[in-house]
Each structure stands twice: as structure tokens, then as C-alpha cells.
């Protein structure tokens, strides 16, 4: 990891009527670190990683992916993303999703080593209906990476997965990070972001409360102890 800065949100404020999403909000993702951005439900998880992905724009502030606007297609192309919830046809058998995504970008990687990443090489012929709620998950992981991200976005990306996957698919993650990829991580699976995280950012009520390594945001307790600490504080300043 360096401190070369490869997605940023400026001062970033994101508001939907009256209601303020993201107050003010000030983030940096480095190349090659993994960030967990965690949060109670409706904190703004959502809405930073829309701004990232360029499907919204700030109210107020700058967002920068690659040293340029994530809305524009030459930086939404160096972006891999694997949202919470997605769709794609049910009648395309796996090999087929994997070559029609790959074939949006100009520098993809190839299908076998997609296949080998996702660990879908025995399911590359079934079609995606009849696929497991974990298989659909590694599908999606494979389109999320099929382009060669700068940037890879995962949204929830372990749920459905049992522990075993759950581990290939973190072992896959740290690997990823080696070749100077940039991972933005949301997840309700605590001891994900420990195992996973260089640096977590928590947000909560739009607004980002603390910042900085797994072992700084624990102090001598666990990350969930911190978690509950810090949110429930916000509740309590506010009650």
C-alpha cells in the first residue's frame, strides 16, 4: 500500500429533500489498501459507494475516482463493483455472463483466471438460474473483477456464503490487493472487516465518527465492542 490517493470524497454533502445523507463527509481510498466503510443501517454507506460508482451526484463537494469524475465512462470502466443486491439473465450460463461483461472493458483479464479467481471453473457451463445462493454470489464476484479494477467496490459481498467460501473468497481478496488493487469493502460481518481491513472508516447519521486501523478503532476490546460504542454514543448525544 501507498499513499497514492485513487478515489476520494471532498467535503461531500448528499442530500434527498429534506433528508441529509452524507453531511460534510471527507475520504480517502489509497492504492492497494482495503477500507471497510461500516454503519448502521441508513448511516450513508449507501450513498458514498453510489458517488464512487458515479450513479449520483453530491450536493455539494468534489468526488474523484482515478483522478477524474466517476460519472464519465473512461473512469466508471476502471471500477469493479458487486452491489447487495443484483440481477442478471437467468438463461446465460456462467462462461457466457463472465465473456459478455468482460467484453465492456479494454483491458480484461482472461476468462480462465476469472474463473480460477471466483473458484467457478467446475460451474462454468450451468446455467445461473440453477446455481446455489453462494454460486450466484461467486458469479457476481467474477463480474465484479472480470475488467481488472483499479477500484473494486464489494457491497455485502459475503452474504450467502458458507464458512468455507467465505474464506476462499478473503484469501482471493488479500491477493487482489498485492497487484495494487483498491478495495472499498461495506459489511455487516464485523470480523470480515478485522480480518480484511487496512484502515475502517465508521459512519453513522451521514457523518464519519472515527477513522483508522482495525487495532486503533478496537482499542483493547473487539471491533463489535466499538462499533456498539461508537453508534450508540451518536444515539445518546443526540437523544
Known sequence: MNNEVVAQLQDVTKTYGPT???D???LD????ELLALLGPN???KTS???LLLGLASPTAGR???LGGDPREEA???RTGVMLQTSAVPDTLRVSEHITLFSSYYENPLPLAEVLRIARLEALKTRLFRQLSGGEKQRVLFALA???NPDLLVLDEPTVGLDVAARRAFWGEIARMRQTGCTILLTTHYLAEADALADRIAVIDRGRVIAEGSPSLIKGHGTLEDAFLALTQHEEECVA
Do not use: P
Open 63 to 65: 468526488v474523484s475516482v
Open 42 to 44: 441508513g448511516a450513508g
Open 20 to 22: 441529509t445523507a452524507l
Open 24 to 26: 460534510a463527509v471527507t
Open 145 to 147: 473483477i472480470c475488467g
Open 48 to 50: 458514498a459507494v453510489r
Open 75 to 77: 473512469f466508471r470502466t
Open 29 to 32: 481510498l489509497r492504492r492497494g
